[in-house]
C-alpha cells in the first residue's frame, strides 16, 4: 500500500469494502480475504496476489484435470467486466464469441465496438456465432425464459451493432445451423486465444443467471479443447449471416 500510495481508505473504496475490514486485513495476516477482494485489492496495488496472500494462492494450485479451470462462478453476471475487457484486449490471435445472442458484450466491455474492430485491424480473426432470430428453437427458447427482452430482440440487437462496425475486414458472423441450435442455446463458448469463459444454460434462465467456468488452455484434449472443438464444429455447419 505504501509502495502503490494507496490508503486503506482508498483500497476499501476499490475494493467494495469498509475501511475497517482493510484494517483487520492488515492487522491479521491469517485473515484471507474472498477471491474476489483479493482480485480487486491486487489490481488496485499493481502487484500480484500471491505476493500479498500467497497462501490462499498455494491452496488453490490444481494438479489434475482440472488445473485448466481457473475460477468459477454461480453467475455469469459475476463475472467482473474487467475479465472479460482484459480477456478481450489480451487476444491477438482467436475471438470467438459463440454466445446464442451475444448482446451483452456491448454492455459489459467498455468501447467494445473500437475494440473488435482494431483487434480485426491488427489481424487478430474476430467471429460471431449466432442463434436464429426466426429459427423454431428461438421461439420455443423465448416461450421458455418468458423475458421482456426477448431472445430474437436480444440477437437482433447483435446484429444492428455489427452492422454499425461496416466492412470490418476480420470480423465474421453466421447463424447456426437449425440441427445445432438446440446444442448452441444451452451452452455458449466464448474463446480468447488460450483462454475461454464457458457458460452451460441452466433450464429457464437467461445467461447472465447461468453459471460460467473461466478456462486456460494446458493439455491437449483437456477441459479448454473440448469446449473449443465444440464451437468450431457449430461454426463449421453454420450459415453466414449475409446470406
Avoid at 479443447?225 to 464444429?233: P, V, W
Wanted: a negative charge.
Amino acid at each position: 500500500m505504501h509502495d502503490a500510495g494507496v490508503s486503506a481508505g482508498e483500497l476499501a473504496y476499490r475494493v467494495g469494502v469498509s475501511p475497517k475490514q482493510v484494517q483487520r486485513w492488515l492487522a491479521d495476516a491469517r485473515l484471507t480475504p474472498h477471491a474476489r477482494n483479493r482480485a480487486d485489492a491486487a489490481r488496485a496495488l499493481g502487484v500480484d496476489e500471491d505476493m500479498i496472500w500467497p497462501k490462499a494462492v498455494q491452496d488453490r494450485v490444481k494438479l489434475g484435470g482440472d488445473r485448466e479451470i481457473l475460477r468459477t462462478y454461480p453467475y455469469r453476471s459475476a463475472c467482473p467486466s474487467t475479465v472479460w475487457a482484459d480477456l478481450t484486449v489480451g487476444a491477438e490471435r482467436e475471438l470467438l464469441f459463440a454466445g446464442y445472442t451475444n448482446y451483452f458484450l456491448w454492455t459489459q466491455i467498455p468501447a467494445f465496438a473500437g475494440l473488435i474492430r482494431r483487434k480485426a485491424e491488427s489481424g487478430c480473426r474476430v467471429r460471431f456465432l449466432l442463434g436464429d432470430p426466426a429459427g423454431e428453437v428461438t421461439r420455443q427458447r423465448e416461450v421458455i425464459e418468458d423475458v421482456p427482452l426477448s431472445v430474437s430482440t436480444r440477437i437482433r440487437i447483435t446484429l444492428d451493432e455489427l452492422a454499425k462496425l461496416g466492412p470490418a475486414e476480420g470480423v465474421e458472423a453466421r447463424f447456426s445451423a437449425a440441427e445445432d441450435a438446440v446444442n448452441h442455446v444451452s451452452l455458449s463458448v466464448f474463446r480468447f486465444d488460450e483462454q475461454a469463459l464457458v457458460t452451460p444454460h441452466l433450464a429457464r434462465l437467461v445467461g447472465h443467471d447461468s453459471p460460467l467456468l473461466h478456462l486456460r488452455r494446458h493439455d491437449d484434449d483437456g477441459m479448454f479443447d473440448r469446449f473449443a472443438e465444440h464451437a468450431e464444429e457449430l461454426w463449421e455447419r453454420a450459415v453466414p449471416v449475409s446470406s
